[in-house]
T-cell receptor
Framework: DAKTTQPNSMESNEEEPVHLPCNHS???????IHWYRQLPSQGPEYVIH???SNVNNRMASLAIAEDRKSSTLILHRATLRDAAVYYC??????????????FGKGTLLTVNP | DGGITQSPKYLFRKEGQNVTLSCEQN?????MYWYRQDPGQGLRLIYY???????QKGDIAEGYSVSREKKESFPLTVTSAQKNPTAFYLC????????????FGQGTRLTVV
């Protein structure tokens, strides 16, 4: 399975943009890039996903490098409620391993007031 | 309301006892998952099920067992063979097919004394 690499932790200030990086140098052509986040003492929640083009939704934006070996989750204006662990994972919709869903350690985002 | 429910939220057991954690979903999802999370760590996959009456071992299945007799239910039994059972347990479900998002329950915090 293709792996992702994320920094263990990052800090941001409230009201400022946050760029959370993810490296996936062994990504295959059919892998989608998914992001989830986990607030303290809660289960993870889906944030966004993409394949090749940049994606936007109400929670965040996803910028995908042209070679797809890295991506960046962008929170345009961080709030204290965005403090969470952010997970970047790869999902291959084809093949027998389609249903397996594995997470790494993610990035712990701290937002300072 | 549709969702995925884990119960109880907190569970205490004596060492050497088996304990079963409940996970129920009314989202009509085909796939269900169990994860374990230790303090400061990411999610580790215990078992997953693609369809009723079928399940596969994840990365840390030893000392755990599951069943999938009904589509909406995927209970996890932590057996006495699990050497370090105290942890936060998360259940998730997602629709079958290709590129769908997973929905997580709120977790069960198991403490074995």
């Amino acid at each position: 399975d293709a792996k992702t690499t994320q920094p263990n932790s990052m800090e941001s200030n409230e009201e400022e943009p946050v760029h959370l990086p993810c490296n996936h140098s062994t990504i295959s052509g059919t892998d989608y890039i998914h992001w989830y986040r986990q607030l303290p003492s809660q289960g993870p929640e889906y944030v966004i996903h993409g394949l090749t083009s940049n994606v936007n939704n109400r929670m965040a934006s996803l910028a995908i490098a042209e070679d797809r070996k890295s991506s960046t989750l962008i929170l345009h204006r961080a709030t204290l409620r965005d403090a969470a662990v952010y997970y970047c994972i790869l999902r291959d919709p084809s093949g027998g391993s389609n249903y397996k869903l594995t997470f790494g350690k993610g990035t712990l985002l701290t937002v300072n007031p | 309301d549709g969702g995925i429910t884990q119960s109880p939220k907190y569970l205490f057991r004596k060492e050497g006892q088996n304990v079963t954690l409940s996970c129920e979903q009314n989202l009509n999802h085909d796939a269900m998952y169990w994860y374990r999370q230790d303090p400061g760590q990411g999610l580790r996959l215990i078992y997953y099920s693609q369809i009723v009456n079928d399940f596969q071992k994840g990365d840390i299945a030893e000392g755990y067992s599951v069943s999938r007799e009904k589509k909406e239910s995927f209970p996890l039994t932590v057996t006495s063979a699990q050497k370090n059972p105290t942890a936060f347990y998360l259940c998730a479900s997602r629709p079958g097919g290709s590129n769908t998002e997973a929905f997580f329950g709120q977790g069960t915090r198991l403490t074995v004394v």
